[in-house]
């Protein structure tokens, strides 16, 4: 069982920069891929980066590519999501993800076990 509490969400300008945590109980959180998801309202959620079990691997979505950087740290059990140059259109709820089976390949949300609760993420143009 891992739970996952993400924080840093908030309201920023565009072209400003926010950094996601997401921290994970247990002892077990190198064995866990980790993923990063977005959503908006009437939309579904949508896979924004990935990193491996190392962190040596890492993914992105096409859209946010050069601008978002993926990140953990495993003796802190922690993920993180640096995000710079923002658009208004990079706002929504961002969760973070654990999977424990999958690969840094796995973008579907559906394969991830466990997920925090979200964090607010608004640009302002």
């Known amino acids: 069982q891992v739970q996952l509490v993400e924080s840093g969400g908030g309201l920023v300008q565009a072209g400003g920069s926010l950094r996601l945590s997401c921290a994970a109980s247990?002892?077990?959180?190198?064995?866990?891929?980790m993923g990063w998801f977005r959503q908006t309202p009437g939309k579904e959620r949508e896979f924004v980066a990935t990193?491996?079990?190392?962190?040596?691997?890492?993914y992105y979505a096409d859209s946010v590519k050069g601008r978002f950087t993926i990140s953990r740290d495993n003796a802190k059990n922690t993920v993180f999501l640096q995000m710079n140059s923002l658009k208004p259109e990079d706002t929504a709820v961002y969760y973070c993800?654990?999977?424990?089976?999958?690969?840094?390949?796995?973008?579907?949300?559906?394969?991830?076990?466990?997920w925090g609760q979200g964090t607010q993420v608004t640009v302002s143009s």
């Open positions: 993800a654990a999977d424990l089976l999958g690969s840094a390949r796995t973008q579907i949300p559906d394969t991830y076990d466990y």
């Open positions: 990193i491996s079990r190392s962190g040596a691997i890492t």
């Open positions: 247990g002892r077990t959180f190198s064995s866990y891929t």
